[in-house]
């Protein structure tokens, strides 16, 4: 298991209820919940801006990247975030990170994410 913070692009992985630890697949032929679309730093400045403002941020981000999947990549998923809680800010953390999920909430098998994305 490792922190969430230290997922990148291309992982997948299942987690705790509390989306704290991420229990990273081998590899995403293993069943998974997310796959991580995307990692990118947050631009709202030094000042923890709220969960509003960092929701709004990634959800444009997330919205973006996935739609430059393409339909028939996307068919059948969802996409989600995760973004910095107020303590996890003041270590440091400002990655917003993407997420693509099966849209029934079913496990994953294989990447979901095209090469290259």
Do not use: K
Request: charged share 20%; net charge negative.
């Amino acid at each position: 298991m490792v922190p969430i913070t230290e997922l990148s692009a291309g992982d997948c992985f299942s987690s705790n209820a509390a989306q704290t630890v991420a229990t990273i697949a081998g590899s995403c032929d293993t069943p998974h919940l997310y796959q991580v679309l995307s990692i990118t730093p947050s631009e709202l400045g030094e000042d923890f801006p709220g969960e509003e403002a960092l929701t709004a941020e990634a959800d444009a981000r997330c919205a973006a990247d996935f739609a430059g999947l393409g339909s028939d990549a996307t068919a059948g998923l969802t996409a989600l975030h995760l973004v910095p809680s107020e303590a996890s800010w003041a270590e440091g953390d400002r990655d917003l990170a993407c997420l693509v999920a099966s849209s029934d909430g079913e496990e994953l098998t294989g990447s979901q994410v095209p090469a290259g994305s």
